[in-house]
C-alpha cells in the first residue's frame, strides 16, 4: 500500500506542477496586457490547508544500520509543533532517562541520554503527535526506526486495549512485551518493547525480533514499567509469536474525472498478529490497615481503614472503667471499611477521653494479614463554631423573651398589644424540646416499585405502630390499612427503614405519623408528620423482554444516557425481563456472570484471572409508554471494540479537522457522515472477524 500510496502522491505532485506552471504563464501574459495604471489588488487567503506536514529529510535516514550517534533529526516541509508529548510519544526499547525531544521550526529532534544498546532496534513512536504550527493538521502514526546493529527487527504486532468494565477504549495507556515468560517478569522487571494505544484503544509494537512473548497493557502512573497492584493493567493468556505473511493485490489509480488510469499489482505484508485484545481492569486491591480514627461529636467514635473489613474489631473500653456493657449502637458502610460506634451509655458521652483498647487485622510489609492490638484515646472537645452558635441562639431567645415581657407588661397595663406576635414570640423565646429528625426519603408521586422510605438523625430503639395511621383513597373517602412495622432498609444503615407494603398501581394514599411514634437510642422522640402520594398507573410503563443466548450465568443491565445503571436483572433460561421501565431511551450491557454473585467481578493476574466478560447491545433502545418490546441480541455479531454505542462512550477520538470540514459539509448537503477510518483498515479490532473466544481470537489468522 506504502509503494501505491507513492505513486498516486507522485501522479498528484506531476499533476499540481503542471497546473502551477499553467497557471504562472498565464497570469504573466495577463499583466503584459494590464495597461500601466492597473492597481494591483491583494490576493485572497485561498483554501483552508489540511494536508499534514511531511517529512523531507532525516538523520539518519529512516531505517539506518550500524547508527553510532546519540541524535535524530527529522526535517519537515512546514513549521511543526509536539503535542501531548508526555502521553503520545514512546521510545522503545524502554529508556531510563527519557530522551529530549523538542521542535523547532521545521524539525524536530531527538537526543538520547542512555547509552544506546549495541545490536538494537530502536523505534521512536510519535503517534499523532506531530501536527503542523498554522492549521493544527496531524501526521498521523509517524513512527521513525533505525538500528545500531547491523540488522532492522522488522516484526510487529498490534491489536486493542478495551476497559474491562465499561468498554471504554484505554487511550494513551503502555502495551508492552516480555521474552521472558516467567509470570513474574510482569511484576519485577521493566517492559523490553513498548507502545502506547492511541484515542482509539488501539496499539502497534514495532521492532520486533522473531519469538514468543506475553503481551501486557499497563496504565503506568508511577513510571516504572511494571505492574503495582494498584495500576490499571491487563494480559493476555496465550504467547504471541510475531509473524510476517505477504499478499498480492490490485490497486487502481483513478484520473481525476473518475476515470481508470493505471491498474497496479501489489505485494503487501500483513504483520501478525493483528487483533489482539487486552481487557484492562483494577484489582482494587487496598492494603488493610486503620486509616484514622476519630470522635466526630460526643456520643460517635469512628473507625477507618483502607480497605474493606470481613472481621469486625474486637474493642474494649479502658477508661471510664464503669460503664454499660452494652455501649454503642454500630452504623457501617457496605463494605465495612468505615464503622461508627454510636455510644448509649450516658457515661461514656459526658467523657472529656475514652480510652480504648482495640484489637483489629491489618497486613503487615509481606502482604499477610494478621492481628494487631492497639491503644486509643478518643478525646472530644466541643468545636468553637458549635460552641457560638449556642451562645448566639440563646442571646437571640432570651432578646425575645426580654420584648415578650414587656408585651405582656404592656398588656397588663390594658395598652393595645399584638396577640400573634405574643404567640410568636412564647414559641421562639422558650428552650426548644430535643426532638428526633424524620424526612421521607421520597413523596409526591410513586413509581409502582417503590416503597415509602423514612431516614432519621440518629439509631432508632422503638415504634409504635398504633401511632401510625395509612389510609387508601377510594372515590371521595379514605378507608383505614393495617400498617406493618418498618423494616431497616439494609442490614448495616441504622437510620433508614422502609414500610414492607406493595401500593397498588394509579391509587392515591396518605399516611399519618403522630408524635411520639419513633423513639431513638437516646429517647428522642417524632414530631407529627405525614405525607400524601399516589402511585402510578400500568400504562405509565414500558416492559422489555430481551432474549440471549448465553454460554452460563449472565446479568444484563439497563443502562441511562451517562452509562449509569439503571436496573439489573438476571438471564433466566436466555430471557431478561425488564418490567415496568420509565420511558426513555436506553442501553444494555450483559456480563457473562462466571461465579454466579450477580455482580461484575474484576480480575487478578497473580491468580491468571480475567474480568468477567462484558458485552454491549450497540444500538440506543426507546422504550415508549404503554408499550412492550422483545428485542433479540446476539453478544456476538458485533466486534467488542464496536458495540458500545457512541453516544454514551466517554473515550471518544479525536475528531480530525479535515473530518470536521466533511461533517460540515455533508450536513449542509443532508448526507450521512462517514466513518472516520483506522490505521487498521476494519470496522473491528482486527480482520472485524470475531470467534466470541476473545481472549484467543487472535489465532484465527485470515
Same mark, same amino acid.
Request: glycine share 4%; proline share 5%.
Given at each position: ?239 504471541? #509469536? ?56 460526643? &456520643? ?225 422522640? &417524632?414530631?407529627? $408528620? ?8 400500568? #400504562? ?142 476494519? $470496522?473491528?479490532?482486527? &480482520? ?15
Amino acid at each position: 500500500m506504502r509503494e501505491v500510496s507513492g505513486k498516486i502522491r507522485h501522479l498528484w505532485h506531476v499533476h499540481v506542477a503542471i497546473r502551477v506552471v499553467a497557471s504562472v504563464l498565464l497570469a504573466y501574459v495577463f499583466l503584459l496586457l494590464l495597461p500601466s495604471c492597473a492597481n494591483i489588488g491583494s490576493p485572497e487567503g485561498g483554501p483552508r490547508d489540511y494536508t499534514p506536514p511531511e517529512v523531507v529529510k532525516t538523520s539518519p535516514e529512516m531505517g539506518a544500520l550500524n547508527f553510532k550517534g546519540n541524535k535524530v533529526e527529522i526535517n519537515f516541509d512546514e513549521i511543526v509543533n509536539i503535542k501531548d508529548q508526555q502521553k503520545k510519544v514512546v521510545v522503545s526499547p524502554v529508556q531510563h532517562d527519557m530522551p529530549i525531544i523538542r521542535s523547532l521550526g521545521k524539525k524536530i529532534t531527538v537526543e538520547f541520554r542512555d547509552t544506546m544498546r549495541p545490536e538494537t532496534t530502536y523505534v521512536i513512536d510519535f503517534s499523532n503527535a506531530i501536527e503542523d504550527n498554522n492549521e493544527g493538521n496531524q501526521l498521523d502514526g509517524y513512527a521513525f526506526t533505525f538500528s545500531t546493529g547491523d540488522e532492522i527487527d522488522s516484526l510487529r504486532v498490534s491489536g486493542i486495549v478495551l476497559n474491562a468494565h465499561n468498554l471504554e477504549p484505554a487511550q494513551h495507556v503502555l502495551v508492552g512485551l516480555h521474552s521472558n515468560l516467567n509470570d513474574s517478569a510482569f511484576t519485577k522487571l521493566p517492559f523490553e518493547r513498548i507502545t502506547r494505544t492511541n484515542d482509539r484503544g488501539q496499539f502497534v509494537i514495532m521492532g520486533l525480533k522473531p519469538g514468543k512473548y506475553h503481551i501486557f497493557a499497563l496504565n503506568d502512573v508511577d513510571g516504572d514499567y511494571r505492574m503495582a497492584r494498584t495500576e490499571d493493567v491487563a494480559f493476555f493468556d496465550g504467547i504471541v #509469536e510475531p509473524m510476517a505473511t505477504t499478499f498480492a493485490s490490485q490497486d487502481t489509480i483513478f484520473t481525476f474525472d473518475h476515470q481508470v488510469d493505471t491498474v497496479i499489482e501489489a505485494v503487501h505484508t500483513d504483520f501478525l498478529p493483528n487483533n489482539i485484545l487486552l481487557s484492562m481492569f483494577n484489582e482494587q486491591y487496598k492494603s488493610l490497615y486503620l486509616k484514622t480514627v476519630g470522635r466526630p461529636s460526643a &456520643n460517635k467514635l469512628h473507625f477507618l481503614f483502607g480497605a474493606p473489613v470481613d472481621t469486625l474489631p474486637q474493642l474494649e473500653i479502658l477508661r471510664p472503667a464503669v460503664h454499660a456493657s452494652d455501649w454503642y449502637r454500630l452504623e457501617r458502610t457496605a463494605r465495612s471499611d468505615s464503622l461508627t460506634y454510636w455510644l448509649t451509655d450516658s457515661a461514656l458521652i459526658k467523657s472529656d477521653t475514652i480510652t480504648v483498647a482495640a484489637r483489629y487485622l491489618r497486613v503487615d510489609s509481606a502482604d499477610n494479614v494478621n492481628w494487631y492490638q492497639d491503644t486509643i484515646h478518643f478525646g472530644y472537645t466541643k468545636p468553637q463554631y458549635l460552641i457560638k452558635r449556642e451562645q448566639d441562639e440563646r442571646k437571640e431567645r432570651e432578646q425575645k423573651a426580654k420584648r415578650l415581657e414587656e408585651l405582656r407588661n404592656k398588656q397588663a397595663q390594658g395598652k393595645e398589644v399584638d396577640s400573634d406576635e405574643i404567640k410568636d414570640l412564647e414559641k421562639e423565646s422558650a428552650e426548644p424540646e430535643p426532638r428526633l429528625k424524620m424526612e421521607f426519603v421520597k413523596k409526591g408521586t410513586l413509581e409502582v416499585y417503590d416503597t415509602v422510605k423514612v431516614k432519621f438523625d440518629a439509631p432508632v430503639a422503638a415504634w409504635d405502630s398504633h401511632a401510625m395511621r395509612l389510609e387508601m383513597q377510594r372515590d371521595s373517602l379514605w378507608i383505614p390499612l393495617t400498617v406493618p412495622d418498618f423494616v431497616p432498609d439494609n442490614d448495616y444503615d441504622l437510620m433508614t427503614y422502609r414500610l414492607p407494603l406493595t401500593f397498588s398501581p394509579d391509587s392515591s394514599y396518605r399516611l399519618i405519623v403522630d408524635p411520639g411514634a419513633v423513639t431513638s437510642i437516646y429517647g428522642l422522640k &417524632n414530631d407529627s $408528620t405525614g405525607m400524601e402520594f399516589k402511585v402510578k398507573a400500568l #400504562e405509565e410503563y414500558a416492559n422489555m423482554l430481551v432474549h440471549v443466548n448465553v454460554p452460563y450465568h449472565a446479568f444484563i443491565e439497563l443502562l441511562d444516557g451517562s452509562d449509569k445503571v439503571v436496573r439489573t436483572v438476571p438471564v433466566v433460561n436466555g430471557k431478561a425481563d425488564f418490567v415496568n421501565v420509565i420511558p426513555n431511551t436506553y442501553y444494555l450491557r450483559l456480563t457473562l456472570d462466571a461465579n454466579d454473585n450477580g455482580k461484575w467481578d474484576t480480575g487478578n493476574y497473580a491468580l491468571h484471572l480475567q474480568p468477567e466478560e462484558v458485552y454491549y447491545y450497540p444500538k440506543a433502545l426507546k422504550l415508549r409508554r404503554n408499550w412492550d418490546m422483545d428485542q433479540q441480541w446476539n453478544i456476538y455479531e458485533t466486534a467488542l471494540d464496536l458495540q458500545k454505542p457512541h453516544a454514551i462512550k466517554k473515550n471518544k477520538p479525536e475528531e480530525k479537522k479535515n473530518k470536521l470540514e466533511q461533517k460540515s459539509k455533508q450536513g449542509k448537503n443532508g448526507t450521512d457522515e462517514e466513518e472516520e477510518e483506522d490505521e487498521f483498515n476494519s $470496522t473491528g479490532f482486527g &480482520n472485524a472477524t470475531y470467534s466470541g473466544n476473545r481472549y484467543r481470537d487472535y489465532q484465527n489468522n485470515r
